[in-house]
């Protein structure tokens, strides 16, 4: 379900908002309305008890119940009169007249007294009587006037007013919300337009700008943008000359590590050492168990590697995938190693999980690899200590550890140790871990080196396998 715009959101608000409002309005509208009808209505009932309770007097001193049927009916004739009762002060009923009315009744009563100052107005005192009864200063009570009269007109007049205010209402809510629609149309039409180029934006049309609007604050922020985005273009241009210019520089350091390894490393140390050798076994029959062809053909063996670990890094690999057996490969490793450093006190543990675990691979290249991290790691454990290989396979990922009990890694390092040229030893061309790196990475696989505990590292390789 696609989520509702700012417009409809804004539009759907302020009607509610306008609504609710009205709503209220006229609630308490109605609810004054009927307080103000009540009372005057019954101000008006209590009028007309008072002007019988006047009239009744003198007919309620001498029993005068025809008088008083009279009096009563003319009261009845009222639209809203449903009862009218006449009592003497004993409580007797002289009259009681009364109609069928629809709706609820109330009754309002007033006392019948005989005035000994005929200068009183009964229709304005209000006062009681030791027995309970309305009683004025100067007169005796004589009598009651009870009247009985409905609401039913004044409720079905609140009801009318009622729907006429909820129409008013609604159409009020309905002219209210077409006037904010189109007050709030052309705000949320430009900020759309931001929106829209904030996505361009987004998917890298760095060249869209915003028109600036008619309102003034959208106009403002328009031109914020506009400039911001001009900040950023200037920003990004910026970065991309220091970036070609850092990748300048970087290709110029690296062709001069290049040249000046290949000048001092390679051209005059092995020309040198060859021409020598040749002459010297030559000239002197000398075999290589003699100390100085020893030492020759020793730099010469490590010039060649040298060379060879830079080539091969350098130069661009395609590795070739066929499904090759990693526990098979790995122990051929580890049985070559130890044949190659059999004299070295070093011994390599080694824990190999149990089945087949095949995958595509191109064996040469992850060979070359593993064995330049098993080499770093009897590079570091030196003339004496042990090296631990560990593997195995878990969730259709190949685990291979290789752990040493040298001196570790300084940590400041732990970040450099994969990078081409980087090393530590004085012999070490800095090429071995990179082109781990690189291999395991061609494989779509993850390499990570890190301290142990209780001194020595730990590299971590993990590959994607299919386990038979």
Not at 356 to 361: H, R, S, T, V, Y
């Amino acid at each position: 379900m696609k989520t509702p715009g700012i417009h409809p959101r804004l539009f759907m608000a302020a009607f509610l908002l306008i609504c609710t409002t009205t709503l209220i309005l006229d609630v308490l509208g109605v609810r004054i309305t009927r307080e103000f009808m009540h009372k005057r209505f019954n101000d008006r009932i209590m009028f007309l008890a008072r002007y019988l309770a006047l009239n009744s007097e003198v007919g309620v001193l001498i029993g005068d119940r025809q008088g008083l049927n009279v009096l009563a009916l003319n009261l009845l004739g009222e639209e809203d009169v449903a009862r009218v009762v006449i009592l003497d002060d004993q409580g007797n009923h002289l009259v009681d007249q009364k109609r069928e009315v629809p709706g609820p009744l109330s009754i309002v009563k007033t006392p019948v007294t005989f005035k000994k100052n005929r200068g009183e107005n009964i229709l304005f005192q209000d006062s009681r009587t030791p027995f309970g009864k309305y009683k004025q200063p100067g007169e005796d009570f004589i009598g009651e006037v009870h009247v009985s009269f409905t609401t039913y007109g004044i409720e079905q007049l609140i009801k009318e007013i009622t729907f006429k205010f909820i129409w008013f209402s609604m159409g009020l809510a309905v002219v209210a919300g077409i006037v904010f629609y189109f007050i709030s149309r052309p705000i949320v039409k430009e900020v759309k337009q931001l929106a829209v180029t904030a996505r361009q934006v987004g998917r890298g049309d760095m060249e869209v700008r915003v028109r600036p609007g008619k309102i003034p604050e959208t106009r403002s922020l328009a031109l914020d943008f506009n400039a911001m985005l001009d900040s950023l273009v200037k920003s990004r241009d910026a970065f991309d000359r220091v970036n070609q210019e850092m990748i300048k520089q970087k290709s110029l350091a690296e062709v001069g590590k290049f040249s000046l390894m290949v000048a001092h490393e390679v051209k005059n140390p092995l020309a040198i050492i060859k021409s020598s050798l040749d002459i010297l076994k030559k000239d002197h029959h000398l075999s290589s168990k003699n100390t100085m062809v020893s030492y020759m053909e020793d730099e010469i063996w490590r010039l060649n590697q040298l060379i060879e670990d830079f080539l091969l890094f350098a130069r661009p690999i395609k590795p070739t995938f066929r499904s090759v057996d990693l526990k098979a490969m790995l122990l051929s490793i580890v049985e070559r190693f130890e044949i190659q450093q059999s004299k070295a006190p070093g011994q390599i543990k080694l824990a190999v999980s149990s089945g087949l675990m095949d995958a595509k691979a191109d064996r040469d290249l992850l060979t070359r690899a593993l064995s330049n991290i098993i080499k770093n790691a009897y590079d570091a454990v030196g003339d004496s200590g042990w090296i631990e290989i560990r593997s195995l396979c878990r969730d259709n990922i190949w685990i291979v550890e290789v752990i040493d009990n040298g001196n570790g890694i300084e940590p400041y390092h732990l970040k450099k140790v994969f990078e081409p040229f980087f090393t530590t030893r004085s012999k070490g061309t800095g090429l071995g871990l990179a082109f781990a790196a690189q291999v395991v990475k061609m494989h779509g696989g993850d390499i990570t080196a890190e301290n142990r505990e209780g001194g020595g590292s730990i590299f971590r390789v993990k590959l994607p396998v299919k386990q038979v």
